[in-house]
């Protein structure tokens, strides 16, 4: 857990998990946060299982290891500080050593939810029609995904209007293949 890479709610494609590699993670939490941690893989090629691990770096607090294509582990913090996801080959089954997976982490913070929750995952997207949504909330922690659709040619403005005295919000442009394509 001490060279675990940073990382806070989103996704990260591309990733590969080989035998006795762990691959580590850390998340930071507040008491009461709710991390939410998913592994989308090909069982064909590997089973793949998560630990959610406590600040201390090696007290487990929640394991997913199901035998099944993905997996999805939770945990609702108790103690403030940085969690880790460890995410390991359970059992390799492929032609190739180690098998491929993207990861996806959402943190559910008590901040209030708005109306397109429960859309913390790429994967879970809320669909966004042309036009003004009023009331949303950000909260620390917690991204927010939602989804247009475009076809060739089409150009899309986001404007995000929020007060800076609340907090500084960022809006970023993913592809389907989880490229960033501009923030």
């Known amino acids: 857990s001490a060279s675990a890479t940073p990382f806070g709610p ?10 006795s590699d762990d691959d580590w993670f850390a998340l930071p939490l507040g008491v009461g946060d709710l991390l939410e941690v998913a592994a989308g893989f090909s069982v064909g090629d ?19 290891s199901t035998t099944t294509d993905n997996e999805e582990v939770a945990w609702t913090a108790v103690v403030e500080g940085t969690h880790y996801a460890r995410v390991f080959l359970a059992s390799d089954a492929g ?8 990861l996806q982490a959402a943190v559910t913070s008590s901040c209030v939810a708005d ?9 879970a997207a809320a669909p966004l029609t042309p036009g003004s949504h009023p009331g949303l909330q950000a909260c620390v922690g917690d991204a927010d995904w939602f989804g247009v659709t475009l076809a060739a040619g089409d150009a899309l403005v986001v404007d995000a ?7 500084d919000v960022d809006v970023f442009l993913w592809s389907l293949d989880g490229a960033l394509l501009d923030s």
Do not use: Q, W
């Open 10 to 19: 989103g996704s990260l494609p591309g990733l590969s998990a080989c035998s």
């Open 46 to 64: 590997g089973n793949i299982d998560i630990d959610i691990v406590g600040p201390d770096g090696s007290t487990v607090l929640s394991t997913g």
């Open 95 to 102: 032609a190739y050593p180690g098998n491929s997976y993207e």
């Open 115 to 123: 109306a397109f929750e429960p859309n913390d995952l790429s994967t």
């Open 161 to 167: 209007s929020f007060a800076h005295a609340e907090g």
